[in-house]
Nanobody, 127 residues
Framework: VQLQASGGGLVQPGGSLRLSCATS????????IGWFRQAPGKEREWDSG????????YYADSVKGRFTMSRDNAKTTVYLQMNSLKPEDTAVYYC?????????????????????WGHGTQVTVSS
């Protein structure tokens, strides 16, 4: 199982970025995927997640309405479209996966529930 996040960069407040998470070694339909971030000196935070059992994509309140998680038709790449970016969104962003397909919703944002992590990609929001 491998994941690799990319697409980060420097963007002005109010701008947009699309992060990609290239996956291999597993079938997305059977894994729960999450996007997380970690800013310097802060704990890791969950942004978005989708259970392998399908259905709804869930978002943290802080990004709801601004971020959108999706995946390509080949079901090997997961995206995080980030709009209306704020300076407080500055962080290293990670995608993560767990083979727990039917993850309990209350655990979706718990990073310890994910076995597989990709290298992060830096997002800096600054004027």
């Amino acid at each position: 199982v491998q994941l690799q996040a990319s697409g980060g960069g420097l963007v002005q407040p109010g701008g947009s970025l699309r992060l990609s998470c290239a996956t291999s070694g597993f079938t997305l339909d059977y894994y729960t995927i999450g996007w997380f971030r970690q800013a310097p000196g802060k704990e890791r935070e969950w942004d978005s997640g989708r259970r392998g059992s399908g259905g709804t994509t869930y978002y943290a309140d802080s990004v709801k309405g601004r971020f959108t998680m999706s995946r390509d038709n080949a079901k090997t790449t997961v995206y995080l479209q980030m709009n209306s970016l704020k300076p407080e969104d500055t962080a290293v962003y990670y995608c993560a996966a767990t083979s727990t397909r039917h993850m309990i919703l209350s655990r979706l944002g718990d990073g310890t529930q994910y076995e597989y992590w990709g290298h992060g990609t830096q997002v800096t929001v600054s004027s």
